[in-house]
C-alpha cells in the first residue's frame, strides 16, 4: 500500500497535489458574511476590488473582508480588511469557505467552486486596446488556455463598462453568464471632483508647479529599438511655451518594466511613480497623458483629460497581440517621433483633443455613471442577505 501511495504521489504534479488540498477544505462550513478579494494574482491593493471593497467597508454591515496577497507586510491596505499570504493553506481555507470571491485576473486550474459561492469577475482592463484573452488565444500558452477554461465556467457575474467591452467579454472569454454594465468601480473616481485626488498627489511628490503630464507606457514583448525614447527636456519647455505654466512630468511605467527606470531617457528630470499602486488617481492628478497602447488612454478619455499617443514602433507592434482598434481611428493625436509630438503640443490646444472624445464615447456605448463601486456592493449585500433569509 505504501508503495502504491508513493507511486500516485510521484505522478501528481504540484496544481494536483494543491488541488488536493483545496477539496479538503471544502469539509468545512461556507461563512456568509466573507468575502475574499484578489487582485493581480496577489500583487496587493488596487484596481477594481479596492473600490468595492471600500464600499462594503462603508456599508458597515460586520464583512469578513479578506485579501490575498502576496506580501502580507504591505501597509496600503485598510484595518477592516484581512490580509492572507496567497497559496497559502489559509488562503485555500479562506477561499473554500467565503460567499463572494471578487478577482481582476484569472484563478488557477485548482481554485475550485462550491456550488452555494458566488464569483464576480471585474476584470482589470475594460475598454482596450490590445486584444485579451480568446481574441489573442494563439499568443497564450497552453497552461493559460487551461485557466481560462477553467475560470469563465466559474463565474456568476461580469463588470462591463460599454456595449463594446460587453460583446467582447461574451467573445473573449466565451461567457454567456450575466454580464452588468455598471462600469468599472476603478473608474467611478474618473468622473468625480478631482482636486482632492490632485492635492493627495502634489503634497506626495512634492510638486510645486501648476500643470502635471503623466506619461503611462505599456511594455513589449520584445523591441529592436528604444520605445520609450521621448526627450522630455524639450518636451517641457514645449508644453511650458505653449501654455505659458510651469510643467512637471511623472513617468509611470507598466508593472512589466517597473524597475527598468534605465529605459526611460532624462529619467533624472523627471518623478518616477512606477511603484504607486493606483493610476487612476496618478490621471486624476495630471492635466495630459501620454502613452502608446495602454488603456489608460481610455480611462484618461473618461476623465476627460488630453490624450496623446506616442507610437515609434507602431509598424511592429500589431504583430504582438493584434489591436480592437486602429490607432489613426481614434480620438487621440498620434505620433511616431519626437519632432512629430514637439510639433503637434506646438500647433494643437489640449482642450482641442478632449472636444474629439464624444463621438467615440457614443460609438463604444460607454457607461461610466461613477457608481459602480457602489452597485456591486450592493449586489454582494444582496446575495449575502439572500442567504441569511434562506
Known amino acids: 500500500m505504501k508503495k502504491f501511495i508513493k507511486k500516485i504521489i510521484i505522478r501528481l504534479n504540484l496544481i494536483d497535489i494543491l488541488g488536493i488540498f483545496f477539496i479538503i477544505f471544502r469539509v468545512f462550513p461556507i461563512k456568509n458574511n466573507k468575502i475574499v478579494f484578489i487582485s493581480y494574482f ?5 484596481d477594481n476590488p479596492k473600490y468595492i471593497a471600500e464600499k462594503l467597508i462603508d456599508a458597515n454591515k460586520n464583512y469578513d473582508l479578506v485579501w490575498l496577497v502576496n506580501n502580507t507586510s504591505d501597509t496600503a491596505f485598510p484595518d477592516e480588511i484581512r490580509k492572507v499570504k496567497l497559496r497559502s493553506l489559509k488562503a485555500f481555507y479562506e477561499l473554500a469557505t467565503a460567499k463572494v470571491w471578487v478577482n481582476n485576473s484569472r484563478f488557477q486550474t485548482y481554485i475550485l467552486k462550491r456550488k452555494k459561492q458566488y464569483y464576480i469577475q471585474t476584470w482589470h482592463g475594460s475598454l482596450a486596446l490590445k486584444k485579451i484573452e480568446y481574441d489573442a488565444e494563439d499568443k497564450l500558452n497552453e497552461y493559460y488556455r487551461k485557466v481560462m477554461k477553467h475560470d469563465t465556467k466559474q463565474i456568476d457575474l461580469m463588470l462591463s463598462n460599454s456595449t463594446f467591452c460587453t460583446e467582447m467579454y461574451k467573445r473573449a472569454f466565451k461567457y454567456s453568464g450575466e454580464i452588468q454594465e455598471f462600469g468599472s468601480p476603478r473608474n467611478d473616481i474618473l468622473i468625480q471632483d478631482h482636486q482632492k485626488l490632485r492635492n493627495k498627489i502634489i ?3 512634492q510638486i510645486k508647479e501648476e500643470k502635471i503630464l503623466l ?7 520584445a523591441y529592436t529599438k528604444n520605445p520609450y525614447d521621448i526627450d522630455f527636456e524639450n518636451l517641457k519647455n514645449v508644453l511650458e511655451k505653449q501654455t505659458g505654466h510651469t510643467w512637471k512630468i511623472i513617468i509611470k511605467l507598466h508593472p512589466i518594466i517597473a524597475t527598468k527606470s534605465e529605459l526611460i531617457n532624462g529619467m533624472e528630470n523627471v518623478i518616477n511613480a512606477s511603484s504607486y499602486g493606483d493610476i487612476q488617481e496618478l490621471i486624476c492628478a495630471s492635466d495630459l497623458l501620454i502613452t502608446d497602447y495602454s488603456s489608460t488612454m481610455f480611462e484618461a478619455m473618461i476623465a476627460n483629460k488630453p490624450v496623446v499617443l506616442y507610437a515609434n514602433d507602431i509598424e511592429n507592434y500589431n504583430e504582438e497581440r493584434g489591436t480592437y482598434f486602429n490607432l489613426q481611428e481614434l480620438p487621440f493625436p498620434l505620433c511616431e517621433n519626437n519632432d512629430e509630438l ?11 483633443i478632449i472636444n474629439s472624445y464624444s463621438d467615440f464615447k457614443k460609438q463604444v456605448g460607454l457607461n461610466e455613471t461613477g457608481k459602480a463601486s457602489q452597485e456591486v456592493a450592493n449586489k454582494i449585500m444582496e446575495i449575502t442577505s439572500h442567504e441569511k433569509r434562506k
Not at 215 to 221: K, L, N, S
Request: no cysteine; aromatic share 20%; charged share 25%.
Open 42 to 46: 496577489g500583487k496587493g491593493y488596487g
Open 203 to 205: 503634497n506626495l511628490f
Open 215 to 221: 506619461y503611462a507606457p505599456t511594455f513589449r514583448q
Open 342 to 352: 514637439f510639433k503637434l503640443l506646438n500647433t494643437t490646444k489640449l482642450k482641442d
